[in-house]
């Protein structure tokens, strides 16, 4: 997440013990238009779609115009977590923001094209590609 400057990264625990499989928030500063990047795990499916989208509607009330959701490192998401990126996008639309997903792995966009959720998402090969994006007409989904 070099791509946005003085971030800080803040941890989601599970019952007060860490859990690096569990998605993470990085704010960046102050003014910057991505103000709020959401780290998805490594797998997003079932176990932890809850979390996933308690932690999406978090970063998408903090009012600021663009939640960027990190999927890069990302290898598997199920149908859940593919239902809760919809849910978020919808909710972000309904508050005047707007979602990016950051998505770099052939499984994880076989699964958003299968589903047809790239042609309602925003999908950005990199962090720097979703930052650089102008704004919604703008948006560079591989299924668009």
Request: aromatic share 2%.
């Amino acid at each position: 997440m070099t791509a946005f400057p003085d971030e800080r990264q803040l941890s989601v625990e599970l019952d007060n013990e860490p859990n690096p499989a569990e998605p993470a928030v990085a704010s960046t500063a102050d003014g910057h238009p991505c103000a709020d990047i959401v780290a998805l795990p490594t797998e997003v499916d079932v176990n932890n779609d809850g979390q996933v989208r308690d932690l999406l509607a978090v970063a998408i009330a903090g009012g600021k115009p663009v939640v960027v959701v990190d999927a890069s490192g990302t290898t598997f998401c199920g149908c859940r977590g593919v239902s809760v990126l919809v849910d978020a996008h919808r909710h972000a639309a309904a508050t005047g923001a707007q979602l990016r997903l950051v998505v770099t792995t052939a499984e994880v966009l076989r699964v958003l094209e299968i589903t047809g959720a790239d042609r309602v998402l925003c999908v950005y090969p990199s962090l720097a590609d979703a930052e650089a994006d102008p704004g919604p007409s703008g948006c560079v989904s591989r299924g668009r």
